[in-house]
């Protein structure tokens, strides 16, 4: 069988061929917040789930949204280029964007550290938790008011001291409020999340249920969030 540069005739200029692709146009994630920002990360990680691949560079620049005519939106996973499928046990060198690295590819030579399901699902986590924290009305908020800016030079050895902060309800933490969010609410939210984006429980478990009280589900979500903690060392 002929190599592909003499079957495609290409002579000096080697066998590559470049193709356009043409999609909807998909808008940054950074836009979002509130039930927006959930909406649209849930339904990233679903699809992520769904696909049966290891992305292995999770991060805010890959995850997008299109928004349909009737205002619908819908959550979009890119470049997937490096991406295997769940199979496949080598690692590859690609560590991933600093700021939403893996607790394991932080403390080791991420070179060698194999693929996994909970590799990409944390990742998603700390993706989601930078988005709230680090965004405000769909912008960057003011240098004082970001507490993660440390993670972009590669300290990240406060994140699991983060989510305890967050899930014991530290007021010390300025989150933003933005769309009428209050700190109980996004607390709430991120008990639905960790235990979804961890592969622990069904999601269609949080659909709310209006017997439930709040305080009851929020009661019942934090049982199940620091079961996910132990079941996936966080």
Known sequence: MPAIPEKLDA???????????????????????????LDVWSQCV??????????????????????????????VVLDCDLASNFSATSAIPRAGTIPFRTKKRIRGNSCRVK?????????????????????????????????????????LSGK?????RIFNNSRSI???????????????RLFDLLPLA????????????????NNERAEELAERADAALQVNDF
């Open 11 to 37: 002579g000096q200029y080697g066998g590559q061929s470049f193709c356009m692709v043409l999609s909807r146009a998909l808008l940054p994630v950074t836009d979002l917040d509130g039930d927006n920002l």
């Open 46 to 75: 679903e699809s992520h789930r769904k696909a049966g691949a290891h992305h292995h560079d999770i991060g805010c620049a890959n995850l997008k949204y299109c928004r349909d005519g009737d205002g619908t939106l819908t959550g």
């Open 115 to 155: 693929p996994c399901c909970r590799q990409d699902q944390e990742t998603f986590i700390w993706v989601f938790v930078w988005l709230t924290l680090q965004h405000e009305n769909g912008t960057l908020r003011p240098p004082r008011s970001r507490i993660l800016d440390g993670w972009m030079s590669g300290n």
């Open 160 to 164: 699991t001291a983060l989510l305890s």
């Open 174 to 188: 300025p989150v933003p409020d933005c769309n009428k969010w209050n700190w109980t609410y996004i607390r709430w």
């Open 198 to 213: 961890c592969g622990v429980f069904d999601p269609s478990y949080y659909v709310c249920k209006p017997e439930r009280t």
